[in-house]
């Protein structure tokens, strides 16, 4: 059996039935197709393996997406592109950045596929990728038809999207075209981008990588697969009240609810990390995980980890913060056992 420990960034020891890549949709269809109509074992279809984790062996064959090229056009007031899913995200976001096709500033060092991107909305300092979305290309698993999803389609939301949902295991993403402006206000409210003097796209492109290396663990060297848990949303009067047992809570309204009614109908994002630190779980390692001393919202592979360290860790930090503050923690990380997605 194949190991999958190369295939994921955090690195377990796993395997599976065996593994298939592919570099287009007809390759993908013969592939997926043939497995699909010979057996009833599981599929699972992996980008950049930067967002799941194998805790166990898994009965069943992944397909790895290699669908790559890139290709770009303007207009007078943007920049189109059209991105194969199985290209790299950082390496994609500094060629952007090297053609000056701005935008993705903010977005730069995340791990993971260009594919991986508008599954879970991803987000960093103020900007979520959605907001540069035009459309998605897929393949509907079932029957192999080709299809377009606008921005609208894709119901994006904070991580979110309804291919984690409706869509979920259903298609395939092949493409994604993005739609960037060319005159746009620079995102620099959050953290360490607000000190930036005159402020330029490669200024907040070279920060945010700056401040991902200080703070988070490169794969290659330590394990693990970015952040672990999404940062959550709560009402108001949970943020009031944990407020009023700590001053210096870190928070952010959430893109348009100011919009609502009133103040008390406000959504309050409260950073995940934050709450598990005050449950006292920085630099805890349980076996051979870690909650990462400088970024406790990461958990690491130590070296030998196993599925069960890292879903007994993961437990153990959503019923403490649950306890401790009445918000429960959802993991941004895709778990797989062996048939497939887990939920903790």
């Known amino acids: 059996m194949p190991s999958l420990q190369s295939y994921s960034t955090f690195g377990l020891s796993?395997?599976?039935?065996?593994?298939?890549?592919?570099?287009?949709?007809?390759?993908?269809?013969?592939?997926?197709?043939?497995?699909k109509n010979r057996t009833d074992n599981a599929i699972y279809i992996l980008g950049g393996g930067s967002n799941s984790i194998f805790t166990n062996d898994?009965?069943?064959?992944?397909?790895?997406?290699?669908?790559?090229?890139?290709?770009?056009?303007?207009?007078?007031?943007?920049?189109?592109l059209r991105v194969g899913a199985g290209e790299n995200w950082h390496d994609f976001v500094t060629l952007c950045m090297n053609e000056k096709w701005y935008g993705f500033e903010n977005l730069a060092l995340i791990p993971g596929s260009v594919g991986a991107c508008p599954i879970q909305n991803i987000g960093a300092y103020g900007v979520e990728v959605n907001t540069l979305i035009e459309k998605v290309e897929c393949v509907f698993l079932k029957t192999g038809e080709q299809v377009v999803l606008s921005n609208e389609d894709c119901q994006f939301g904070y991580r979110d999207s309804v291919i984690k949902h409706e869509l979920a295991n259903k298609v395939l993403i092949t493409h994604v075209n993005f739609k960037?402006?060319?005159?746009?206000?620079?995102?620099?409210s959050y953290g360490e981008l607000a000190a930036l003097s005159e402020p330029t796209p490669e200024k907040i492109y070279s920060k945010v990588i700056e401040i991902r290396k200080s703070k988070l663990p490169d794969p290659a060297?330590?394990?693990?697969?970015?952040?672990?848990?999404?940062?959550?949303v709560v009402s108001q009067a949970v943020y009031q009240g944990i407020a009023q047992e700590y001053d210096s809570v870190p928070h952010f309204?959430?893109?348009?609810?100011t919009e609502l009614s009133s103040i008390e109908n406000e959504q309050i994002k409260i950073p995940a990390a934050w709450l598990i630190d005050q449950a006292g779980f920085k630099g805890k390692t349980l076996n051979k995980v870690r909650c990462h001393p400088t970024q406790p919202l990461v958990l690491t592979n130590l070296g030998g980890a196993t599925g069960s360290d890292v879903i007994t860790m993961a437990k153990d930090i959503i019923a403490s913060v649950h306890e401790k503050f009445g918000i429960q923690l959802e993991p941004e990380v895709r778990l797989l056992g062996n048939k497939g997605l887990i939920s903790l």
């Open 253 to 257: 309204v959430v893109s348009g609810s």
């Open 58 to 80: 898994f009965d069943g064959t992944v397909l790895v997406n290699e669908i790559k090229g890139i290709s770009h056009f303007d207009t007078e007031s943007h920049h189109f």
């Open 180 to 188: 960037l402006p060319k005159h746009y206000e620079l995102e620099t």
């Open 14 to 35: 796993a395997s599976c039935d065996s593994i298939e890549l592919f570099t287009d949709v007809s390759s993908f269809l013969s592939i997926y197709n043939s497995i």
């Open 221 to 232: 060297e330590l394990g693990n697969a970015g952040s672990f848990f999404k940062n959550p």
